[in-house]
């Protein structure tokens, strides 16, 4: 049976539990163990497709199509290990469940609880659809003391109980602050947050307590002395200059040690942290630095674009170059600063986007990407607007437009109304159709041309991505575009949906309809973002 680490966090949100769950996994495959990585989140929604990335940060899609939490990037980028639809749920997916069988008698008459018929599902959840797995890591979602997360707590309680004390354990992730005023670092958070878990029943095995400086021996102590931890289990969490250094650091203060030492498990293999120690020192000593810039809306949560970020600083990593990031907000973006804002740019990226707000400064940029030959990658939306600017100024269609925001005369890109889904069914729908779930969604492959700049850089005939948009390009003007040196160089294998488009007479100027972002690890850099930083780089 496989061995469960259930992960919650305290005091705090944003302590990197994600972060942690994901570089402790990699810990574990170092040491020849597989792992699976779950998130359980205590929110309402039925996925976070539907919430703002403003607000809660990117949505992440598995390749069987599902919309998940963020951190399920994180836990891919770190193990390599593909998610699935089953590793990630919610309280709103829980009780849609429940509220379903219900509805149908399935609980033959039975007053419905949360305990024990949402505590059951949950426990049902955490070990369901699970192959050969050594270690399942489960990340619970906020932070100790919230309502919503009570019956996750209970749930992964008597998990612990049903299944042998010897078969789980609990990580408890806290912040040990640092007071300038008295110059000492304090414990009295991370006591009330374990005394707050410990009420609810769960005695964590294991402290990892984030802090901005070394945590002096006798802290350690009073922290495991006061929350009932063995002393060597108070693990330090110190701030990092990069998220890829973690899984070393976690190694250098043991945790992977103690973790093994619970289970009564050995190491199968030598481990050898070079892979990380590598890539950490690839970010943080680069040879040179390039710049590009990101055209979009913003607010300012970088989580917004997370898979993005880190696929450009793995492009960065292949190509030995810092990528230093200018967020660029295309609504100021207008014929008169244009210029001033893009000149320094070594490349421009519009990424995937929804929605009218700001599309006619993403186009004006990459008008000028593609005038002034500097290389332009267009991620979904970016693609779809890099089509409309090519028929408005290429092909003379002034009109030209996504019915995404209009009922525009010319609809160049247009509202996809039927498609096959991921497991083979069809989808059908209309502008009024919900908006939660209903997109094409997940990977599905795509054939590349001959003699095509993507043929090239993916070195193989047919590819697989991942996919999240409503909207498609009109193949109908397909053969216009093509007379005029806009090249659709990847198709859906019907040959109905072009999926990527190029230019032949440009350094590098590539759309893509998918997320290709999603798939990208710091050990094996996605082909597009190696390519585009190499562009970016020949600019310098
Ligand atoms: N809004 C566009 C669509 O729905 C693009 C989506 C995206 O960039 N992910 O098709």
């Known amino acids: 049976m496989a061995r469960f680490i ?6 705090v949100s944003s302590l990197g539990k994600g972060l942690a769950s994901a570089s402790l996994a990699s810990l574990l495959q170092h040491h020849g163990y597989k792992v699976r990585i779950r998130k359980l989140d205590p929110y309402l929604n039925v996925d976070p497709g539907t919430m703002s990335p403003y607000q809660h940060g990117e949505v992440y899609v598995t390749d069987d199509g599902a919309e998940t939490d963020l951190d399920l990037g994180h836990y891919e980028r770190f193990t390599g290990v593909t998610s699935k639809k089953s590793d990630n749920i919610t309280s709103g997916k829980v009780y849609q469940k429940i509220i379903s069988k219900e509805r149908k008698g399935e609980y033959l008459g039975a007053t419905v609880q949360v305990i024990p018929h949402v505590t059951n599902e949950i426990k049902e959840f955490v070990s369901k659809d699970l192959n050969d797995e050594d270690f399942v890591i489960c990340e619970i979602g906020g932070t100790i003391g919230d309502i919503e997360s009570l019956p996750f707590i209970e749930a992964i309680r008597q998990f612990h109980n049903d299944n042998g004390h010897e078969n789980s ?5 806290t912040l040990v602050p640092y007071i300038a005023s008295s110059g000492e670092l304090k414990t009295k958070p991370t006591q009330h947050s374990v005394k707050e878990l410990r009420s609810l029943g769960i005695q964590p095995n294991i402290l990892l307590c984030r802090a901005d400086r070394e945590i002096p021996e006798d802290e350690r102590r009073k922290i495991g002395l006061f929350c009932n931890v063995k002393g060597d289990c108070v693990i330090p969490a110190i701030n990092a200059n990069s998220i890829y250094e973690v899984p070393v650091n976690f190694f250098n203060e043991g945790l992977d040690k103690r973790v093994l030492e619970y289970f009564r498990l050995e190491s199968k293999k030598e481990i050898d942290l ?16 390039i710049e590009i810039g990101i055209v979009g809306k913003y607010t300012g949560l970088a989580d917004a674009y997370k898979s993005l970020n880190e696929a450009l600083s793995h492009g960065g990593i292949f190509n030995n170059v810092r990528v230093k990031l200018n967020w660029i907000e295309s609504e100021e973006l207008n014929g008169s600063n244009l210029e001033n804002k893009l000149n320094n740019c070594h490349g421009i990226l519009v990424p995937g986007g929804f929605g009218e707000r700001g599309a006619e400064g993403k186009i004006a940029a990459i008008k000028y990407a593609r005038e002034n030959k500097i290389p332009y990658f267009g991620i979904c939306f970016g693609m779809q607007l890099a089509v409309i600017e090519m028929a408005r100024n290429i092909l003379g269609i002034k009109e030209a437009n996504s019915s995404e925001f209009a009922d525009c005369k010319e609809s160049i890109v247009g509202l996809m109304t039927e498609w096959s889904n991921v497991d083979n069914t069809t989808e059908k729908r209309t502008k009024e159709s919900d908006l939660g779930g209903t997109m094409r969604l997940g990977a599905y492959e795509a054939k590349l041309k001959n003699n095509s700049k993507v043929r090239e850089i993916y070195d193989t005939e047919l590819i697989s991505e991942r996919h999240r948009h409503r909207y498609e390009v009109n193949n109908n003007y397909a053969t216009l575009f093509e007379s005029n040196g806009v090249h659709f ?3 859906s294998p019907d040959g109905l949906l072009p999926e990527i488009v190029e230019l032949k007479d440009h350094p590098w100027f590539i759309g893509v309809q998918f997320h290709p972002e999603l798939k990208s690890k710091p050990f094996d850099p996605h082909p597009l973002f190696k390519s585009f930083i190499g562009a970016a780089k020949n600019k310098t």
């Open 274 to 289: 070079k892979m990380w120690s590598q890539v950490s020192k690839r970010i943080l000593e680069p040879e040179g630095s």
């Open 6 to 11: 259930f992960v919650t966090g305290g005091v």
């Open 169 to 173: 354990l609990f990580m408890h992730v």
């Open 489 to 491: 160089s990847g198709y």
